[in-house]
């Protein structure tokens, strides 16, 4: 993310614009960095298959996830057993990773039918100077 020096209003910077699918037990995840502090709002939809759990941590946090060991992650712009959101906070500058979860390790269950029950989904982050 870059300073605007220039006084006019900010453009939000994108981050992530995705659509994807993520099949039963699975996940996707998307890792960036803020050189500054930022309010970042994230969008997620899920087009069609199970609610998903979007998770909104840190890359060390994220190693845990992938270990299947308990994590911590921010409450206010993670999105639980979700089929859509649009959540906002302001964030310190650092390293994060985002998750997109299709799998049973935080509230969102994909059924067990059988099936592979994908879910396609879109989902956008965006990062503009605080006010």
């Known amino acids: 993310m870059s300073d605007n020096q220039s006084g006019s209003a900010e453009t939000p910077e994108t981050i992530i614009d995705d659509n994807d699918t993520v099949t039963e037990d699975q996940y ?4 960036f960095t803020l ?6 709002d994230l ?3 899920v087009r069609s298959g199970p609610p998903l759990d979007v998770i909104f941590t840190s890359p060390e946090e994220f190693e845990q996830f992938e270990r299947g060991n308990r994590m911590r992650y921010n ?3 993670s999105m639980l057993d ?5 959540n906002s906070i302001t964030a310190p500058e650092g390293e994060y990773t985002v998750i997109v979860d299709n799998t049973n390790f935080g509230e ?5 039918d059988g099936q592979d029950n994908a879910a396609t989904y879109d989902i956008s982050l965006t990062a503009s100077l605080p006010e």
Do not use: F, K
């Not at 979700?82 to 649009?86: F, Q, V």
């Open 108 to 112: 969102a269950r994909p059924p067990t």
């Open 35 to 40: 050189n500054q502090e930022a309010t970042l």
């Open 28 to 31: 996707r995840h998307y890792s």
């Open 82 to 86: 979700t089929a859509g959101d649009d």
């Open 43 to 45: 969008r997620v939809t």
């Open 75 to 77: 409450e206010d712009l």
